[in-house]
């Protein structure tokens, strides 16, 4: 460490502990160099859990809370500074512990001053009410420490041994080597390439890099857009062209055109070339004798020059904002970034598990199956035979020296570039090429996927979406939805959307209303829309149908084997059809599979599976339980009770106006209730087979060659309608109007089609922007509004929600959480759909179904 | 609502004096649901018919604020049979416009209202839940004869059946003050188990109208059982709003279906003993650390706690439900620290993986898979076998082939409807067998109840053992998980001991 005399380097994430006898002035450099927040007082602690600073029998407690909070300070990667004496080993020790289990330096400040200074500031302070036999034991105590602290694990030893010394310091914070999270690439990180140099320029060459020298610099590989290679260590051993490799990536890290990382077996090449006794075995007897042919003088400067190279390298790097990071053999979460003896430990070697296999090679603790960070882990070290996603890791060592491939990863592309090997150079240990035609019938990743943990979807929980913003679910509403998703709904690999919910329009004043669409087009013109699409709402039961084109597709694009090769679900993920009506799935699915196969969708759109958003008819397919315990029930109920009433009445018409007033009241609830029987049979009809369903599409949500979100209603419209003239007889198509808000005469044509949809007993009409995704000033638009004919809502508000005197109250309806729940559940659909089809793991798209789930078990009135 | 009263005693028109309304004229009375109407049909010398009309608000029941008293599927609803049907309204009917008839005084009539008169009440539609089996049983032990007519659901689908609304007429010799208290009493219990009530006392006044007759009633408890109201946490509100929005209120249905094959398998006393062999396996392996995944209402959990052997406990359940009830089961608001701190209580679900869930020497998984789709026991095994990995499972699952010995369990069908399969001894061992093997396990089976020489036992029990890594070539591949042991061909030995300086 070359610093300036009187500056004290730290690692910007170090546990910093100040040692030092009472008195010696450690909380005034503390305040003076760090946050009020970095310092932990061991004062303060005391004070904290006994209300009095000085009370030495609170200080076990107070030690408790001190590294509590220095714990979590540093998990969290915060420098922190423990204020105390620290003049006792026994203090020390456990912070230097706490220190090394989180990967943070410990740091020494050692504030050694002459005991008569410290005693003549403890007289000026009344409270500390301890002889001067006890600073003097201190200042016995820390001189005995002082030159163990390094023994002792302190990694930076800082001694201030003077009043002008402590008050002449400045502290000065380092970053540590591993941090290069101001490089942003672009980058190509190439996997372990053990002496395969010629594969190495082949892929170079193919990357877009040539050989040249700049001005003023000697040659070396460039990439001409400036692009920079990242080499994942293990350069050295078994391969033809070591020495060659070696030479080719010094020359690039030279020119600045790539980062180099060290492998084990650089580590282990150093130790050689060091002059220890290592096992000449792995390869390394190639390197060596590659050395050896050299001439003697020029073999001793290279080993030299090899070991000072190797000494150099960083065990791992932290890069682009901390989204990417690189090492040899992978790097946990909670190393990332960190500097210990452990993290480079991982970084070299990865973790074992203590057991060994068949082949006598060490088990290896699979840490990417348990990843659950942010940013990209990209690492080497152990052959694969394909570069495989698992949890936002990848291997891409694919074995080149052994005759494997050579493979790069372009970032932030993610796209895999790889060469073949010209040969098998070196046979493996064990073969770790896949024997025959084994190939594996999931990817890692799908396998992994078949269980998902309960942490990531229980509790508090937080959910950032791209179109609005983080969404934040409360822990009883995901005990719920845990409930429910484990008990009811589908295989979770199926279930990667559900839909959100829907407000009505604004409240319509005109008389005899509630809903009308003049409030919707206005809701859209208001907010800088002019065009809507207008689509005739189905009165049937939301289904949201997986569909694959084979069996084959079902694997590849949801993981699935051995199941249907698709999926009806309801709006809360479970299955649409019970189990005795099970048939009926696997017929709606076929017969759509086929329709969608029909109208040549898979070739238009390059996907071998969609998903769709559709409404199935009719309500009493699905309802029918509901229909005969509510609905009918009341109908039934109203049916035995009016006639009887108004007979009644009739009878006592004759006892004056109250009655006949009464009279005529009990007529229009006989009325009223006569209309709403007749509503909700609308929707009804006998279902004995398939032949007796409709499902009507109106959203092509998805696919494999992306979300859907950003093609217009329009497209939607035509697009689904093409799979429903392919079957008319099951696929219902939806009639929809183009309305223009802003022109006068397209606004009167659209409330009048609303008008003759809901005469003929239809629910109503959904009102949606014309683009999928609406921005307004203030963000997210509604996605789309429904407008409930005036005859259905009596099924809604009751059968006589029209009659005046209901129809005033009704009309103060609180639609602000609604629409709220309503964005955030659009959202949250749209970020779990583009998960998927991005191939994030499982959990990340469940996550955001879970939410929806959840936020649908929020109290919002529910005839909204 | 509809209620007439009429009455052929003569002369018939003392009804109005008993009621204290006035033949001549409609009177109107102003009530927090609504308004009632009383007015008379007839009013002659020989016959006299008065009538009690409820005109209930159907947007107010909603709209009331902060809702109604109870709480229930019910009240949210603008689409409700309330204003067509008899309810506990009507009995605060009964007590507000009616009560000096109810009381039994009449200072005019004092004779005519403390004797016996022939009276029949019609109620112009009643929800009967029970049928009309139960509207009998509840009014023909108080002497009256009873005449009902069931209505259907729509007339338009006759294949829906017949609703639970009938148009009920009773008929006595009675005071006309019993006749209102057993009206005022029994509609509500005829209507159904939620009630919903203007004020919380309304429950002790309307049991308090029993008088001398509730407690000879055969059927008093249910009567009373019927009052009891169920309040819900937050957790079971949103759970409630989670029901699959086509189908009836969840709750109720799982209650049912609970009791529904509690009933089944009563005359074996299944449940004892099933936690008897549990208990005993529990103790031949020497567990002190055990799980019991799917703890329900905590039975098992209730026995365990009883044994100090057993010093950590943990009961997991996917139902908030079950674990509030659990919770009540073992008091473990009152248990003294030392063996409160032995017992735990987790939310979770058995396809999700649960670190929580690690360490343990034995897992009871009693009566659980078959509440698992199939298609989930994958996740299910792995969750248990590969990362709960406890030493000893004991599982247990209903006997299919036993279904036939159960006689009030119709061919073909299974003991609880939640129950998504149910095994025979063969597909149990088969299934038993692979998991065993997949993940490392030794498995043996074992009967629970009385065994059937043909159909064998009611339930059947299988118990894993964990086999010991060093006693199986690879055991910790089992571990590690059977589809990802290609390990590929590493090379590397385990770092050389390597100084944590640099």
């Known amino acids: ?431 770790f090429l896949p024997e025959g035609a084994q190939a594996p019938v999931l990817s890692a990743q799908q396998v992994q996927d078949d269980v998902l943990d309960i942490e990531d979807v229980l509790g508090k929980r937080i959910v950032p979406t791209r179109l609005h913003r983080t969404v934040s679910i409360r822990e009883e509403n995901a005990a719920a939805a845990l409930e429910v998703m484990s008990r009811f709904a589908v295989n979770p690999k199926w279930l990667i959307y559900l839909p959100p919910t829907m407000s009505p329009c604004e409240t319509s004043a005109r008389e005899g209303f509630l809903e009308r669409p003049e409030e919707a087009f206005a809701y859209f013109r208001d907010r800088g829309i002019p065009r809507v699409v207008c689509e005739r709402k189905h009165m049937g039961s939301r289904a949201v149908l997986a569909v694959c084109r084979d069996e084959e597709a079902a694997r590849r694009g949801f993981g699935v084997t051995g199941e249907e090769i698709g999926a009806c679900v309801t709006r809360t993920g479970r299955p649409f059809f019970s189990e005795g009506r099970a048939a009926f799935a696997e017929a709606v699915l076929d017969r759509l599979r086929k329709a969608v196969g029909a109208a040549g969708l898979w070739e238009d759109l390059r996907s071998d599976w969609f998903l769709v958003d559709a409404e199935l008819l009719p309500w009493s397919a699905k309802a029918q339980a509901l229909l005969e315990q509510q609905y009918a029930a009341v109908g039934a109920a109203a049916g035995a009770a009016m006639p009887e009433v108004v007979a009644a009445l009739e009878k006592a018409a004759a006892l004056g106006e109250d009655a006949v007033r009464l009279l005529a009241k009990m007529r229009e609830r006989e009325d009223r209730a006569r209309r709403y029987v007749n509503a909700y049979s609308e929707y009804c009809w006998p279902v004995r087979s398939v032949e007796d369903l409709k499902v009507a599409p109106f959203h092509l949500l998805a696919g494999a060659s992306g979300v859907y979100a950003d093609r217009n209603h329009v497209w939607h419209m035509e697009t689904l309608a093409r799979i429903c003239r392919a079957d008319p007889g099951l696929l219902l198509e939806t009639p929809y109007r183009v309305v223009d808000v802003t022109n006068e005469a397209e606004r009167v044509e659209g409330v009048r089609w609303w008008e003759e949809l809901t005469d003929a007993g239809g629910e109503g009409m959904v009102v949606k922007p014309y683009d999928f995704i609406a921005r307004g000033s203030k963000g997210l638009l509604q996605p789309a509004l429904k407008c409930r004919g005036k005859e259905y809502l009596r099924i809604i508000y009751g059968p006589e929600y029209d009659l005046p005197g209901n129809i005033e109250r009704l009309r103060s309806r609180a639609l602000a959480g609604k629409r709220s729940l309503a964005l955030r559940e659009f959202a949250l659909g749209i970020e779990g759909l583009e998960r998927f089809v991005r191939r994030e793991p499982l959990r990340r798209v469940h996550e955001c179904v879970f939410a929806v789930l959840a936020l649908e078990s929020e109290p919002v009135d529910p005839r909204l | 609502m509809l209620l007439t009263l009429t009455t052929t005693h003569r002369p018939a028109t003392d009804l109005g004096w008993l009621l204290h309304k006035k033949p001549a004229r409609l009177q109107t009375f102003e009530l927090p649901f609504g308004a009632a109407h009383v007015f008379y049909l007839e009013a002659t010398e020989e016959r006299c018919t008065a009538a009690l009309l409820l005109d209930v608000d159907p947007v107010g029941l909603v709209r009331r604020p902060g809702g109604a008293a109870g709480g229930g599927w019910a009240l949210d609803q603008y689409v409700n049979d309330r204003p067509y049907v008899g309810s506990s309204f009507m009995s605060v009917a009964i007590s507000r416009v009616l009560g000096t008839a109810l009381g039994g005084t009449c200072k005019t009539h004092p004779q005519v209202a403390a004797s016996a008169i022939p009276l029949s009440a019609r109620i112009a539609a ?180 009883r044994e100090r052997t057993f010093t950590e406990i943990v009961g997991l359940d996917v139902s908030v439900r079950a674990l509030e009830i659990a919770k009540d089961r073992l008091k473990l608001e009152r248990l003294a620290p030392a063996v409160r701190d032995r017992v735990r209580l987790l939310h979770g679900a058995l396809t999700y993986r ?149």
């Open chain 2, 126 to 305: 009643v929800p009967c839940r029970g049928g009309e089996r139960f509207l009998r049983l509840l009014f023909e032990p108080l002497g009256y004869e009873v005449s009902a007519r069931r209505r259907p659901l729509n007339e338009r689908f006759p294949q829906w059946g017949e609703s639970a609304v009938f148009t009920v007429e009773l008929s006595a010799v009675v005071r006309l003050a019993d006749l209102l208290a057993h009206l005022y009493v029994l509609v509500p219990v005829l209507d159904d188990d939620k009630h919903y009530w203007v004020g919380r006392d309304e429950v002790e006044k309307l049991l308090s109208r029993g008088g001398d007759w509730l407690p000879a009633h055969p059927l008093r408890e249910q009567i009373a059982a019927r009052y009891l109201k169920h309040r819900r946490s937050l957790t079971r509100e949103a759970l409630s709003r989670l029901a699959d929005e086509d189908a009836p209120d969840p709750e109720a249905v799982e209650e049912t279906h609970a009791k529904e094959e509690e009933a089944v398998e009563k005359s074996l006393s299944l449940n004892e003993r099933r936690v008897g062999a549990i208990l005993a396996v529990l103790r031949a392996i020497g567990a002190r650390r055990v799980l019991d995944l799917g703890c329900g209402e905590g039975r098992l959990l209730e026995r365990l706690l």
């Open chain 2, 354 to 502: 649960d670190k929580r869930l690690s360490g343990f020497d034995a897992a009871a998984v009693a009566e659980v898979i078959e509440h698992l789709d199939p298609p989930r026991l994958a996740a299910f095994e792995r969750v248990l076998f590969e990362f709960a990995r406890p030493g000893t499972v004991v599982l247990t699952t209903p006997n299919a082939e036993y279904n036939e010995k159960f006689a009030d369990l119709p061919a073909g069908t299974r003991r609880h409807r939640d129950h998504r399969f149910e095994w025979t001894r063969a597909e149990f061992a088969a299934w038993a067998n692979r998991a065993a093997g997949r993940f490392g396990y030794a498995v043996r089976f074992l009967p629970v109840g009385e065994e059937d020489a043909r159909a064998g036992p009611p339930t059947q029990m299988a118990v894993f053992q964990l086999i010991a890594a060093s006693d199986a070539e690879d055991g910790g591949h089992a571990a590690a998980g059977p589809e990802r042991g290609e390990d590929g061909g590493s090379e590397i030995r385990p770092p050389e001991k390597k100084a944590t300086t640099s």
């Open chain 1, 1 to 431: 460490m070359n610093a300036e005399p009187g500056t004290l380097q730290i690692p910007e994430l170090s546990l910093v502990v100040l040692i030092g006898a009472s008195g010696s002035g450690k909380s005034l450099f503390a305040k003076k160099h760090f946050k009020p927040t970095e310092v932990l007082s061991s004062d303060f602690c005391r004070g904290l859990v006994s209300d009095d600073e000085n009370d030495q029998s609170a200080t076990n407690d107070a030690f408790a809370v001190l590294h509590f909070v220095a714990a979590t300070r540093l998990a969290a990667g915060r420098l922190t500074v423990v204020d105390a004496t620290n003049v006792q080993l026994e203090a020390r020790k456990p912070l230097v512990a706490l220190a090394r289990r989180y990967h943070a330096l410990p740091v020494a400040i050692v504030l050694d001053l002459p005991e008569r200074v410290c005693q003549e500031r403890n007289r000026g302070r009344a409270e500390r009410g301890f002889g001067p036999h006890v600073v003097r034991q201190q200042v016995r105590q820390l001189h005995r420490a002082l030159r163990g602290l390094r023994r002792e694990g302190f990694r930076f030893v800082y001694v201030l041994e003077s009043a002008h010394e402590v008050e002449s310091a400045v502290v000065q914070r380092i970053p540590l080597w591993t941090n290069k999270t101001h490089e942003h690439g672009p980058f190509d990180v190439i996997g372990d390439i053990h002496g395969c140099c010629s594969e190495l320029e082949a892929l170079l060459s193919g990357l877009g890099y040539r050989r040249e020298a700049a001005e003023g610099t000697p040659a070396a590989w460039r990439h001409p857009e400036g692009r920079k290679a990242v080499f994942l260590g293990d350069l050295f051993d078994r391969g033809p062209r070591i020495l060659d490799t070696y030479r080719l990536v010094r020359d690039m890290v030279r020119a600045g055109s790539a980062l180099c990382l060290p492998g084990n077996h650089e580590a282990k090449l150093a130790r050689s070339l060091g002059g220890r006794n290592v096992q000449i075995t792995h390869g390394l007897g190639r390197t060596l004798a590659e050395l050896d042919a050299l001439p003697e003088a020029e073999a001793a400067a290279l080993r030299a020059e090899i070991a000072e190279f190797i000494d150099g390298l960083v065990g791992h790097y932290v890069l682009d904002d901390g989204k990417l990071v690189v090492a040899h053999a992978g790097m946990r979460e909670d190393m990332q970034g960190r500097g210990s003896g452990k993290v480079r430990d991982f970084a070299l070697y990865g973790e074992t598990t203590g057991e060994s296999d068949e082949f006598g090679l060490p088990v290896r603790n699979d840490w990417a199956a348990d990843y659950r960070g942010k940013a990209m882990v990209v690492y080497g070290h152990t052959p694969v035979p394909e570069a495989e996603w698992l949890n936002r890791t990848i291997n891409i060592d694919t074995g080149c020296v052994f005759g494997g491939n050579l493979t790069a990863l372009r970032y932030p592309e993610q796209e895999i570039v790889s060469v073949p090997a010209a040969a098998t150079y070196f046979e493996p240990a064990k073969p």
